[in-house]
């Protein structure tokens, strides 16, 4: 189990902040997707894959982090990436320094592209793993079944109850690996993912499907209207996008470097993070304990910083 720092960031709004660094697992700048792909890379360090295939945009922690967990056993990855997410970041300047094979197509071509590429592998006698963009799929979800049993010993050890738990909400199982350590334990809070792009009904149905496929592979049944009750997948702050800014989300990012020397990022950590302060002022939620889990993306927060005022 991948353990991580919970630290006080003192009030907001009368409640009590604190923060869950998975940006500080020691894998390539860490992050949510560090935490997924230790699972990942556990299935081919034992299935002998000599390649791994994924897809991503250009911004995408995801493929940073299987970038540099195949560089670490010095296996082929090849990237497949949207041409209408394709410009320059640090993230695609370090897949690439990794050793990567980035391949840019049109976003309708993507699929195609990745089972040409699979194909052609084995028929050069290769065997290639894939994963999901994103880390999607039940070794996903479990990563943050994972994390929530983490945040429930922190709270044993410490005496304290998160009664809302905050996070960038993506590509849908950070969310559900959280929705089902609640359900399966049964705890009374609110876990509120905050979109970074996709908007409802469609972000929060993948969610939903997440929770479901796992349960049911698990052997968990739960009645259709709890695991409904317990997806909150709040669209209001996703901007004009998937990697978009805007004024707050700028202050919210000086803020914490400035107060706390905690870096975030406009795609996902920053717009999470300002959607949380809206959310509690809007919902009035008062005396509370918040965890904010920072899912990572430093090296987004460096694309930035030419940009900030």
Same mark, same amino acid.
């Given at each position: 189990?991948?353990?991580?720092?919970?630290?006080?960031?003192?009030?907001?709004?009368?409640?009590?902040?604190?923060?869950?660094?998975?940006?500080?697992?020691?894998?390539?700048?860490?992050?949510?997707?560090?935490?997924?792909?230790?699972?990942?890379?556990?299935?081919?360090?034992?299935?002998?894959?000599?390649?791994?295939?994924?897809?991503?945009?250009?911004?995408?922690?995801?493929?940073?982090?299987?970038?540099?967990?195949?560089?670490?056993?010095?296996?082929?990855?090849?990237?497949?990436?949207?041409?209408?997410?394709? *410009?320059? #970041?640090?993230?695609?300047?370090?897949?690439?320094?990794?050793?990567? &094979?980035? $391949? !840019?197509?049109?976003v309708e071509t993507v699929h195609d592209t990745?089972?040409?590429?699979?194909?052609?592998?084995?028929?050069?006698?290769?065997?290639?793993?894939?994963?999901?963009?994103?880390?999607?799929?039940?070794?996903?979800?479990?990563?943050?079944?994972?994390?929530?049993?983490?945040?429930?010993?922190?709270?044993?050890?410490?005496?304290?109850?998160?009664?809302?738990?905050?996070?960038?909400?993506?590509?849908?199982?950070?969310?559900?690996?959280?929705?089902?350590?609640?359900?399966?334990?049964?705890?009374?809070?609110?876990?509120?993912?905050?979109?970074?792009?996709?908007?409802?009904?469609?972000?929060?149905?993948?969610?939903?499907?997440?929770?479901?496929?796992?349960?049911?592979?698990?052997?968990?049944?739960?009645?259709?209207?709890?695991?409904?009750?317990?997806?909150?997948?709040?669209? *209001?702050? #996703?901007?004009?996008?998937?990697?978009?800014?805007?004024?707050?989300? &700028?202050? $919210? !990012?000086?803020?914490?470097?400035?107060?706390?020397?905690?870096?975030?990022?406009?795609?996902?950590?920053?717009?999470?993070?300002?959607?949380?302060?809206?959310?509690?002022?809007?919902?009035?939620?008062?005396?509370?304990?918040?965890?904010?889990?920072?899912?990572?993306?430093?090296?987004?927060?460096?694309?930035?910083?030419?940009?900030?005022?």
């Amino acid at each position: 189990m991948v353990e991580t720092l919970i630290q006080n960031l003192g009030e907001i709004h009368n409640n009590i902040i604190y923060i869950k660094r998975d940006d500080l697992i020691p894998i390539s700048f860490g992050g949510n997707k560090a935490r997924k792909a230790i699972n990942f890379f556990r299935e081919i360090d034992e299935g002998n894959y000599d390649c791994v295939v994924t897809y991503g945009s250009s911004s995408s922690n995801h493929c940073r982090i299987v970038s540099s967990m195949a560089a670490m056993r010095k296996i082929s990855c090849y990237i497949i990436g949207p041409q209408e997410a394709s *410009k320059p #970041t640090f993230n695609s300047i370090l897949m690439g320094w990794l050793g990567a &094979e980035i $391949t !840019i197509v049109p976003v309708e071509t993507v699929h195609d592209t990745i089972e040409k590429k699979l194909e052609h592998l084995r028929k050069q006698g290769r065997n290639p793993y894939f994963i999901a963009g994103g880390g999607h799929g039940n070794l996903g979800t479990q990563a943050y079944v994972d994390c929530y049993e983490e945040i429930r010993e922190f709270e044993k050890q410490n005496q304290i109850h998160f009664d809302y738990i905050f996070f960038a909400s993506g590509t849908g199982t950070t969310q559900a690996g959280l929705v089902c350590g609640q359900l399966i334990h049964g705890d009374n809070r609110r876990i509120v993912g905050i979109s970074i792009a996709r908007k409802n009904p469609r972000g929060r149905q993948v969610v939903l499907n997440s929770v479901k496929e796992y349960l049911s592979e698990k052997n968990y049944y739960f009645e259709d209207e709890k695991i409904e009750k317990n997806v909150v997948f709040v669209d *209001k702050y #996703t901007g004009s996008g998937y990697g978009t800014n805007n004024i707050e989300i &700028e202050q $919210t !990012i000086k803020d914490m470097l400035f107060t706390h020397g905690i870096p975030l990022d406009s795609t996902y950590t920053g717009k999470a993070y300002t959607g949380m302060k809206a959310y509690l002022i809007e919902q009035g939620v008062r005396g509370k304990n918040i965890l904010f889990i920072h899912t990572g993306g430093t090296p987004l927060f460096f694309d930035e910083l030419e940009n900030i005022n």
